[in-house]
């Protein structure tokens, strides 16, 4: 484990095991990949830290990307790597993939494409929350899994010595934080504060949530405690954000406060608060003070849309991933960001697939709908993807069209196609912006209800909106369960494009459209967020001229109306006190009286 000592210098313990596991990896050249693996603040980078200073020392050719700061796809990788396409230059000897779990579109990319192709004594090191898909453990390649656990006890005595803890109390933190790095950093932090700090009974998941609260109730500094709260809210934090956020005064010194602090690091887009503190601390803010909590939020999207306009096409990335973290729709999150471990992997359907894909469409289709999978699959079997399971079975499969397939479909006997095609002849897109369509996701025992396969079908094509933005404009996608999937899409901008389904083989086909618009995913994300914060909405109103857009007009408000609207509207929902408008409207306390 990582610490940062007096003086911001760091230093390891621990981990001897683990560190010499990678480092006969790197020598052995049995294995081209490695994934180390562990729960939240298991100490994971700190691990990758220790390796790569001891590979570097011997002058080895290392590389490491923070995948929260690269954009998840080829074209992102391959420029955070300084490469213009694969194969033009050479990979460093090891290449680190940190904080991976948010690179998930990319894992069968890497899998299939970037592995293969390394030169003799070239390695990947993956280091993520969730365990490797099964896939891996199959690679030609070689594979080997490193998964991190508590602390042994000695080390964990050490760690909490480093800190300075004293010896008496070593063994009594232990028994509060059970080896978890981690909570073992904030147990020593909070014990200055709490020297009778008591958690031995919490639930070993519970720990970091308790720690990271009990730590923010014990930020003095008003200041401090506003900046800890914003940044925690929000992805990263810079300084024009946490000006946002609070005032610019206070973000002038809660930078520097905000460094000081065991679990935030400077990275290369701003500071980081570690995820798993920064989970429990905004949970935390939400659930003591919402109308705060969504004041953070609003202020944070109204900086990121305005810096945005400016941000060079490189860093476009970073605002993407900053407006993923804001929205709180879990289709949304789980859609980009999958929170949980994903058994299946997906990859390009190859001929000897073909017998897997039939028999399924056949299982669940009428005939006559089969037939026409069949042709597309005759016709552009680049178009399909299937999703296998641990043992390389396929158990799904859907097919992703783009503009030529939509529009090379008159005449192709397939009625979805060619109601795509009418619909983007009479609505089409502006000039160099593009259209992909789904035109059929079926799982081998559920068809297209609601599965495993169908995530990671969802989760590929979010891959493919990454890979396209901003040419992106339109999504079309079929269904014929309407009830199931017409409450979770209509939410996310998708509408109908004709009153009356499709009936092929009497089943009913109905077709939705999602017009992402000129911003394409990126206006589109952040209209979604926008309109959680209920600050997309003209309806709204406009905070810098307190107007309000009422039956189609403007209507002028005074600065206390303003003010209460926008409470008001916060608060939806829930009952006000007299109170709470004095005091977070007309800024003053509640002392009796009229």
């Given at each position: 484990?990582a ?78 790597l300084g ?56 690679s ?7 998964p ?58 519970r ?18 405690r506003?900046?800890l ?28 406060q ?45 900086e ?11 860093d ?10 804001l ?13 949980g ?11 000897g ?13 009428p005939?006559?709908a ?11 079997p ?37 109601e ?19 035109r ?27 890979a ?23 939410k996310?901008?998708f ?7 499709v ?31 209920g ?51 007309w ?8």
């Amino acid at each position: 484990m990582a610490i940062r000592a007096k003086g911001g210098l760091r230093s390891f313990v621990g981990r001897r095991l683990e560190l010499a596991a990678l480092e006969e990896f790197v020598r052995s050249g049995d294995d081209a990949v490695a994934y180390v693996h562990g729960i939240a603040g298991m100490g994971k980078s700190a691990l990758v830290l220790a390796l790569t200073e001891r590979l570097e020392a011997t002058g080895a050719d290392v590389v490491v990307l923070d995948c929260r700061t690269v954009e998840p796809t080829e074209r992102g990788l391959l420029g955070a790597l300084g490469m213009d396409e694969m194969g033009r230059s050479p990979l460093p000897s090891l290449l680190v993939l940190d904080h991976y779990e948010v690179f998930r579109l990319m894992d069968t990319w890497l899998r299939q494409m970037l592995v293969p192709s390394l030169e003799s004594g070239s390695r990947v090191l993956l280091a993520g929350r969730e365990p490797p898909v099964a896939a891996w453990f199959s690679s030609p390649t070689g594979f080997r899994s490193v998964p991190l656990g508590p602390l042994r006890d000695d080390d964990a005595v050490g760690l909490l010595d480093a800190l300075g803890v004293s010896e008496g109390e070593t063994r009594r933190l232990n028994r509060i934080a059970r080896g978890h790095p981690l909570a073992l950093t904030l147990a020593a932090a909070g014990a200055d504060h709490q020297p009778g700090l008591e958690l031995e009974e919490a639930a070993s998941g519970r720990v970091i949530d308790e720690l990271a609260r009990l730590f923010l109730s014990d930020v003095d500094d008003p200041t401090a405690r506003r900046a800890l709260e914003a940044a925690s809210v929000v992805r990263r934090t810079t300084e024009p954000l946490l000006a946002a956020m609070l005032e610019q005064d206070e973000a002038d010194d809660a930078i520097q406060q905000l460094l000081d602090l065991p679990f935030v690091d400077a990275g290369r887009d701003g500071l980081v608060v570690h995820e798993a503190v920064r989970e429990a601390i905004s949970a935390f803010v939400r659930g003591a003070n919402p109308v705060r909590h969504r004041g953070y939020r609003r202020a944070a999207w109204r900086e990121l849309r305005t810096e945005v306009g400016d941000a060079a096409p490189g860093d476009l990335w970073r605002y993407t991933a900053d407006m993923l973290y804001l929205i709180e729709n879990p289709v949304v999150r789980e859609a980009f960001f999958p929170s949980g471990a994903q058994p299946l992997a997906v990859e390009p359907a190859r001929p000897g697939d073909a017998t897997a894909i039939a028999d399924i469409a056949k299982r669940h289709e009428p005939s006559e709908a089969a037939a026409r999978l069949g042709s597309w699959w005759t016709e552009a079997p680049e178009t399909f993807s299937v999703i296998r399971d641990r043992d390389g079975v396929v158990v799904g499969f859907f097919s992703l069209l783009d503009t030529s397939h939509i529009r090379g479909a008159r005449g192709f006997d397939d009625p979805v196609v060619e109601e795509w095609a009418q619909h983007l002849l009479d609505n089409p897109v502006p000039k160099g912006q593009v259209a992909l369509a789904l035109r059929r996701w079926l799982d081998v025992e559920r068809g297209e209800l609601p599965c495993a396969t169908q995530a990671a079908c969802w989760l590929d094509v979010k891959r493919a909106y990454m890979a396209l933005r901003p040419a992106l404009r339109r999504m079309y996608v079929v269904v014929q369960d309407v009830p199931t999937y017409w409450p979770v899409v209509e939410k996310l901008g998708f509408r109908p494009i004709a009153e009356q389904p499709v009936v092929i083989g009497g089943a009913a086909h109905s077709s939705v459209a999602l017009d992402f618009g000129p911003g394409s995913v990126d206006g589109w994300l952040a209209e979604l967020v926008g309109a959680e914060l209920g600050v997309g909405d003209p309806s709204s109103g406009d905070e810098n001229a307190r107007e309000l857009l009422v039956r189609g007009e403007l209507v002028a408000l005074t600065r206390l109306e303003y003010g209460l609207f926008t409470h008001l509207r916060q608060c939806e929902g829930r009952a006000v006190t007299r109170e709470d408008l004095l005091r977070e409207v007309w800024g003053t306390e509640y002392t009796g009286g009229s």
